[in-house]
């Protein structure tokens, strides 16, 4: 198996049914999808269940490691088959357009790349407007002070080669997406090649509810943001140089 696509989710119902039937149209190498639940009476189960008929591909895997992305994302890999790991989100349908270019930077030899959509023509709609306000400014100044050769480690769209999971050594709490954050630091901080691959984020495009919190999200970003300036700004590894960037050419097109 080439690639294992892990979509963490809860309750996202229609967001999950559209973005499935996406996937499945869209992807063309050899892959399997795993949808992970923390709740054994999740909607999306139900989803999986009815669409798996026609994506054989399609797999429903139990989180039992506790509730949370980062533990979702440890048994996805643990359950993958798949020389390459996806990690995405069921609610946005934009990155589908990266996922061929992200491919084609693992060939050119990246070992970790990412979805930006603060450079190179990618853009942010829709979602809470503080948290795009933080999201914006933390992954300016980590970027632009702390040295991250990535514009936006703070995106959950990344893709990596399913035997370096262990290396990176994940940490973080189980507070929304803060694992990508620490994911992208880590990988920088190890010295791998890195990619970056602009996208259009809509946010809950299609409706659902978000699980965004501030005050939690924030004090856990936070930790990992300062972690990070400090860290890669004593780091030797992974210059500016040592980063490609692939623009899909939908978005060559718009232009």
């Not at 996937?23 to 992970?36: C, G, K, N, P």
């Not at 949370?68 to 020389?83: F, K, N, P």
């Not at 930077?105 to 948290?131: K, M, N, Q």
């Not at 970056?196 to 970003?221: A, N």
Request: include cysteine.
């Amino acid at each position: 198996m080439e690639l294992s696509i892990l979509l963490p989710v809860r309750n996202e119902g229609i967001n999950l049914k559209i973005m499935l039937k996406i996937l499945r149209a869209v992807v063309e190498v050899e892959h399997e999808v795993l949808v992970i639940c923390d709740d054994p009476k999740d909607e999306s189960i139900q989803v999986v269940e009815t669409l798996g008929r026609d994506y054989p591909n399609l797999r429903l895997v139990q989180n039992n490691l506790g509730p949370g992305v980062v533990h979702a994302i440890r048994t996805g890999v643990e359950q993958a088959s798949g020389r390459l790991i996806l990690i995405f989100a069921a609610d946005e349908v934009g990155p589908v357009l990266a996922i061929d270019e992200m491919l084609f930077l693992i060939d050119e030899g990246c070992d970790f790349v990412s979805c930006t959509r603060y450079a190179h023509g990618g853009r942010r709609l829709g979602g809470s407007w503080i948290g795009a306000i933080l999201s914006r400014w933390a992954n300016r100044l980590l970027h632009a002070i702390g040295g991250s050769v990535l514009t936006d480690s703070t995106t959950g769209i990344k893709m990596f080669h399913r035997r370096l999971f262990e290396s990176l050594n994940i940490q973080s709490r189980p507070v929304g997406w803060v694992v990508a954050l620490e994911m992208a630091i880590k990988a920088q901080l190890m010295g791998l090649k890195l990619g970056e691959v602009p996208i259009v984020s809509i946010d809950r495009l299609y409706g659902g509810r978000s699980t965004f919190k501030l005050g939690p999200w924030l004090v856990q970003y936070l930790v990992w943001f300062f972690w990070g300036m400090v860290h890669l700004r004593l780091s030797t590894t992974g210059s500016k140089r040592n980063i490609q960037v692939r623009i899909p050419e939908a978005m060559l097109g718009a232009k």
